[in-house]
């Protein structure tokens, strides 16, 4: 695994622009800017020395919690994975504290259900502040994939983890 920093070479720097275009189109993220001056990257990197999975965070001071919604009885666990992806999902308005925004997380389609993305956030919790390791309290998600929902919830133990907004800045609501 390799953290890139923001104040790292600039060479280093275009290689993680290049590698967030990637995962921003394969997410289907609209070209959001970034604010790379203050972000963390973390890159996993396999055997064959090929990019296979990309963590993107920032700090940040106020998170939201997800509004569980009931889940109808349904036959089977697929049925229930079938409705998690599909449903919207809601957060509350009241801010909470948080210091670690996860502005992207994303496993190369073929190395996923590899444990690549919990291992991506077990560093960065131990690596984000120096001295200090983070709880999954202290966590929030920017506007989640339906898979990524799916991760977030099997992460955090909890389908109301925190989520946050990285375009709007960090004003609370």
Known sequence: ???????????????????????????????????????????????????????????????????????PEVGSENDKVIFERQKAWCC?????????????????????????ASRMLECLRSNFIYGSYLSKEEIAFSDPTPDGKLFATQYCGTSQFLVYNFLSGQQPA
């Open 92 to 116: 509350s308005t009241s801010p909470e504290p948080a210091l670690c925004g996860i502005s992207r997380i994303w496993v190369f389609s073929l190395m996923r259900r590899k444990k690549i």
């Open 1 to 71: 695994m390799i953290m890139v920093l923001p104040d790292d070479p600039k060479y280093a720097l275009r290689k993680v622009d290049e590698i967030r275009e990637m995962v921003d189109n394969d997410l289907g993220f609209q070209q959001a800017p970034l604010t790379c001056s203050r972000a963390k990257t973390l890159l996993f990197i396999s055997n064959d020395k090929k990019v296979a999975g990309c963590l993107i965070a920032e700090h940040i001071q106020w998170g939201y919690r997800v509004i569980e919604e009931k889940i």
